[in-house]
T-cell receptor, first 114, second 114 residues
C-alpha cells in the first residue's frame, strides 16, 4: 500500500459525459501527479500540482482539467468523453516537486467509455 | 525531449533463472532513471532509481540495475526470479527541470514458468 488513494476504482460512462476522478496523496506529500495509461499511448504524464498550484503540464487534452484543494487532495475532471479516453488513470504523490523525489502511485481508476 | 525504449514487449523466464530487462533512454544530460513494477490490478511500485554516483544500483526484491552512459542504457537484472516477479516492468526517465516529468517506456511483461 503506497498510501495514495484513488476513487472510484472503476468508472463506466457514456460518450459525451463528464467524470471526476479523485486522489488523496500520502500524508505530508505536497505534490500530486496525474498519469494516463492506455494500450495505444502507454503511460503518459498529464499534469502536476504542487501545494495547490499547477506546476507542470504534459500531454493533457483541453477537455481535461485538474485542481488541487487546500487539503491537498486532487481531482481530475474529464469532459466530453470519447471512446479513446478509456484508460487507467493513475495519481502519484511526492514530498516535493522534483523528479528525484520518489513518486508513490495510487492503485488507479479504470475508466471505460462506452 | 527525453524518451525511453524498452525493446522487449514480453519475456518468459523459468523460475530460478536469471533475468535481464533492457532499457535505453534518450536525454540531453545526465538523467534520473527509474524502474517501476506493476502487478495485475495494482499501481506502480518503485524498484530502484539512479541519480548519480555508483552506476550499479540496488533495489527492492533483489533487483539491481546498471547505468551505462556510453550505451544510454539502464538494464534491470535479477539473478534468480521467483514466480511472484511476474508483472509488467516500466523503465522511466526524469528531467531535472522542465515541463515533462516522468517519461515511461512501453513496458515489458514478464511471465514466469515453473
Amino acid at each position: 500500500d503506497s498510501g495514495v488513494t484513488q476513487t472510484p476504482k472503476h468508472l463506466i460512462t457514456a460518450t459525451g459525459q463528464r467524470v471526476t476522478l479523485r486522489c488523496s496523496p500520502r500524508s505530508g506529500d505536497l505534490s500530486v501527479y496525474w498519469y494516463q495509461q492506455s494500450l495505444d499511448q502507454g503511460l503518459q504524464f498529464l499534469i502536476q500540482y504542487y501545494n495547490g498550484e499547477e506546476r507542470a503540464k504534459g500531454n493533457i487534452l483541453e477537455r481535461f482539467s485538474a485542481q488541487q484543494f487546500p487539503d491537498l487532495h486532487s481531482e481530475l475532471n474529464l469532459s466530453s468523453l470519447e471512446l479513446g479516453d478509456s484508460a487507467l488513470y493513475f495519481c502519484a504523490s511526492s514530498v516535493e516537486d522534483r523528479d528525484y523525489n520518489e513518486q508513490f502511485f495510487g492503485p488507479g481508476t479504470r475508466l471505460t467509455v462506452l | 525531449a527525453q524518451s525511453v525504449t524498452q525493446p522487449d514487449i514480453h519475456i518468459t523466464v523459468s523460475e530460478g533463472a536469471s533475468l535481464e530487462l533492457r532499457c535505453n533512454y534518450s536525454y540531453g544530460a545526465t538523467p534520473y532513471l527509474f524502474w517501476y513494477v506493476q502487478s495485475p490490478g495494482q499501481g506502480l511500485q518503485l524498484l530502484l532509481k539512479y541519480f548519480s554516483g555508483d552506476t550499479l544500483v540496488q533495489g527492492i526484491k533483489g533487483f539491481e540495475a546498471e547505468f551505462k552512459r556510453s550505451q544510454s542504457s539502464f538494464n534491470l537484472r535479477k539473478p534468480s526470479v521467483h514466480w511472484s516477479d511476474a508483472a509488467e516492468y516500466f523503465c522511466a526517465v526524469g528531467a531535472y527541470f522542465g515541463n515533462e516529468k516522468l517519461t515511461f517506456g512501453t513496458g515489458t511483461r514478464l511471465t514466469i514458468i515453473p
